[in-house]
Each structure stands twice: as structure tokens, then as C-alpha cells.
């Protein structure tokens, strides 16, 4: 895929806040970062430090309460609810630390389930490339409940990559797997968004699977700071 804008997400005076009818909480006041087209990003940071929030801010799922927030030439603090959701269905690939896959449908139809929500008729040999790049063409037939913690994860991989995203979100998505398995999902992830130049920012606990990456970032009160790859 060949992406027309020069850098993948671009932050200024992002702030962001979770907010009910009793309470405010800020978890973001004044973020400023930006990322290049298909870098590829491993998102350190402590439990609370607002991970998950500014992946799915990136995604469209979380509302920018105030500053800006360009993620793919789309600015998601100019946008409503509705064209986030478009934006993210066009654009954004997520894998989470629970698979989430749909346990009544095999392998191949959670892909096609997710190509056509993204209202894209992918060719099932396509979907079968993409299984084999991953290790599993041969479960293509297979539903989740019958594949081991990696396969399911990898089947998640598929299904984030299936649409072809310019941007991969994945947050924790090893927690569950053991470190041999954690290494392969990471490895074939890092592959698999390479290949289609899709960004990927990876958040992860583990301080040895972002070597792999082009850079490591770390959410520290707020700031994002880059400790490796500028
Ligand atoms: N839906 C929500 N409503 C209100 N506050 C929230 C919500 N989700 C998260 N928070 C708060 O925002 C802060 C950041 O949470 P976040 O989930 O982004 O952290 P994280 O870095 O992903 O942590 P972990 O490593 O444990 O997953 C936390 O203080 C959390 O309590
Ligand atoms: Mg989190």
C-alpha cells in the first residue's frame, strides 16, 4: 500500500480525559509526539500510565477532549463519532491481549466476517496467503476453541491484517502466550506489517520483544519519551 501522508500519527497539545456525570479524570494534558509513515513502535510504560487510552485515541474509540490528534491524514479531534468509526474501519488494525475472536465462526470466516464489515469482499486466497504467512493455513477451517493460546493469537494477527490497515494497534497482545509463543506472535507481526508497510505501535511489558522494533517510546507522567530509534 502506498501511504500519501508523510507521518502516521501526529499529536500537539493532545489532552485526554475520561469523564462520567460525577467525575473528571485527566489522563493526558499536553502530549506532543509524531510518528513516521510504517515506523514501527514499541509503547512501554507503567500499569496506569495511559497505554490502552492513547492506543484507542489513535483508533478513533476514545473522543480527543482538547488539542490535536492526526492519525493517518485524518484529524480525529475534528471528527464525530460516526467518521472515527469509518476512519477506524478503513484504516486500523487492532489486536488485543484477549483474542476476541468470534468462537461460532472458523478461522477463514472471522477474517471474512471482519473484511466485510470493512465493506471489502477480500478473495479468499488472499485470506489463505496471509494464514500461511503466519503459520496457520492449515487451521483455516478450524474454529478458535480449537486452537491453542499462539494459534488463536496469530488468527488475531490475520484478522488486524485481513483489510489491509495502514496502522496496527496491538495492546499487550502476548500477556497470554508464554515467551516462545510471545516471541513468534511478535516476530510475525513485525513481518506481517512490514510487508504491507502498515505502522504498528505494540504495547508490551516485555523488555526484550521490542528490540524488534524501529523504536521503543515510554509513557512516563504524561510525556512520551523516546529511549530508542531517533
Ligand atoms: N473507561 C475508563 N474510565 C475512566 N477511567 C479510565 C478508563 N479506562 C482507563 N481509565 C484510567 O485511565 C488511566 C490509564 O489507564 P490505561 O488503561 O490507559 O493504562 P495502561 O497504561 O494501559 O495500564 P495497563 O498496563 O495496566 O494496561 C488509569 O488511571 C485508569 O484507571
Ligand atoms: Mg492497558
Redesign the pocket.
Known amino acids: 500500500m502506498n501511504h500519501s501522508y508523510p507521518v502516521l500519527i501526529q499529536a500537539h497539545q493532545l489532552q485526554l480525559c ?1 469523564s462520567t456525570a460525577l467525575s473528571a ?1 485527566t ?1 493526558f494534558k499536553d502530549l506532543t509526539f509524531s510518528l513516521p509513515a510504517s515506523q514501527q513502535l514499541a509503547l512501554l ?1 507503567r ?7 492513547l492506543l484507542h485515541a489513535c483508533a478513533g474509540l476514545l473522543p480527543v477532549t482538547s488539542g490535536e490528534l492526526t492519525v493517518c491524514g485524518y484529524p480525529l479531534h475534528q471528527l464525530g463519532e460516526a467518521e472515527r468509526t469509518a476512519f477506524r474501519r478503513a484504516h486500523i488494525g487492532l489486536v488485543f491481549q484477549q483474542f476476541n475472536l468470534i468462537p461460532t465462526l472458523t478461522v477463514m470466516e472471522n477474517l471474512q466476517f471482519v473484511c466485510a464489515m470493512n465493506g471489502q469482499s477480500t478473495a479468499a486466497n488472499k485470506l489463505h496467503t496471509l494464514l500461511d504467512q503466519l503459520g496457520i493455513a492449515d487451521k483455516h477451517a478450524s474454529f478458535p476453541g480449537q486452537l491453542s493460546g499462539g494459534e488463536q493469537q496469530r488468527v488475531a494477527v490475520a484478522r488486524a491484517l485481513a483489510h489491509k490497515p495502514s496502522l496496527v494497534l496491538a495492546d499487550e497482545p502476548t500477556g497470554n502466550l508464554d515467551l516462545d509463543n510471545a516471541r513468534q506472535v511478535i516476530e510475525l507481526l513485525v513481518a506481517a506489517c512490514r510487508e504491507s508497510q502498515a505502522g504498528l505501535i505494540l504495547v508490551t511489558h516485555s523488555s526484550e520483544l521490542p528490540a524488534r522494533l524501529d523504536s521503543v517510546a515510554r509513557l512516563e507522567q504524561g510525556s512520551l519519551v523516546m529511549t530508542t530509534g531517533e
Open positions: 475520561y479524570q489522563i510504560g500499569s496506569g500510565s495511559g497505554k490502552t487510552t
